[in-house]
């Protein structure tokens, strides 16, 4: 389109430096004649930088003139906390909130964990009930949680207390955990015969001895009686939203069920959170995505983001949550940011968001 195509050679294609194989042009001294302005210089994508509007939100968006491992390492310091202070606020009252959504791999469990960890890590007193038979939060804080393991399945089906199941996560303090195991995968059936079913899991957390400043309770991708069992114990519920089409479908349904239990079971239930995760800004569809949410729900919206990251997917595998697995990570900062949110959202307004 400029004139004469510039030849990209092997090295520039390999994202070497041309320069050091062949001299570089010499320069002109000028516009050609004629011309009103300076020729644009050819530019080619291949072994180029990528542009700011490329960059995902896992890339840090720091000052430039900071070295990257200076950052990382601040932000490390900066969630670790290692000098173990009251960082972040804690409620006056204990905040039981339920993490729900019917659609699975939203990122419920991930929020969970990585929620609760930064609390527990920033002064607050922790409790996570992993109610979802697949264990995946207990996997995550690396509690034990095979066969034969106390789990919630016995604090529904058999009334041992929670204090008796609840395990203290190693190297967090002021985190505690009740792990599922695949025997919780029965108890939907065996709910249904039982006397106050709806409601057996909120005895439970309010027979427990200890007072914590945030239960945090993981719910299966359904809606089921587990499911209910947490509504009804909760006073608020997170949601976290995938940014993707699939992940709205099915929110309204959601929303109809809370309603449900709020009118028949819990009317102090509230819909107090609402996190998006997954977000790619590199597409259009996460921009919609998040305008539609925040445009339907308005101020329960955090304004945390939570980027696609692979060290967030990577944390399970090690038994830890990003937090501990890589500090400094992008994933790991927004996840402070956002549990950072949700407790100054939570003393701003008494305890509820």
């Not at 980027?307 to 500090?327: C, H, I, K, L």
Request: aromatic share 4%.
């Amino acid at each position: 389109m400029y004139g004469t195509p510039t030849t990209v050679s092997e090295d520039a294609a390999e994202g070497g430096a041309p320069e050091a194989r062949r001299p570089a042009p010499a320069p002109r001294s000028g516009p050609p004649t004629g011309s009103a302005s300076a020729p644009v210089p050819p530019t080619s994508s291949v072994g180029s930088a990528p542009s700011d509007e490329d960059v995902s939100r896992e890339t840090a968006d720091g000052d430039e003139g900071d070295p990257p491992l200076a950052m990382e390492a601040l932000r490390a310091v900066q969630i670790l906390n290692p000098s173990g202070e009251i960082t972040m606020p804690r409620p006056d009252h204990p905040r039981i909130l339920c993490v729900a959504n019917q659609k699975g791999g939203v990122g419920k469990t991930t929020t969970t964990v990585n929620l609760a960890v930064a609390l527990a890590l920033h002064g607050n007193r922790v409790l996570v009930v992993d109610l979802d038979p697949q264990g995946n939060a207990s996997t995550g804080l690396n509690v034990p949680h095979h066969a034969g393991v106390p789990d919630v399945y016995d604090c529904l089906i058999d009334n041992v207390p929670l204090a008796e199941v609840a395990q203290a996560v190693e190297g967090i303090p002021n985190l505690w955990c009740v792990p599922a195991t695949i025997d919780l995968a029965g108890a939907e059936i065996e709910l249904v015969s039982v006397v106050a079913r709806e409601s057996r899991l909120a005895r439970a957390i309010a027979a427990h001895p200890e007072t914590f400043d945030y239960v945090f309770i993981d719910c299966p991708p359904s809606l089921g009686l587990l499911t209910v069992n947490a509504l009804v114990a909760a006073q608020e519920v997170l949601i976290p939203i995938q940014c993707e089409y699939y992940a709205l479908e099915g929110l309204n349904q959601l929303i109809n069920n809370i309603n449900l239990v709020r009118q028949h079971l819990n009317p102090a239930l509230d819909v107090s959170t609402i996190l998006l995760t997954m977000y790619d800004r590199r597409t259009r569809l996460a921009d919609a995505v998040e305008q539609d949410v925040r445009n339907h729900f308005g101020a329960k919206v955090l304004e945390a983001v939570i980027p696609r990251n692979v060290r967030v997917s990577e944390a399970p595998s090690y038994g830890q949550s990003v937090m501990t697995y890589d500090p400094g990570s992008r994933g790991a900062t927004s996840y402070f940011e956002a549990a950072l949110e949700l407790a100054m959202r939570g003393v701003n307004t008494g305890g509820t968001a």
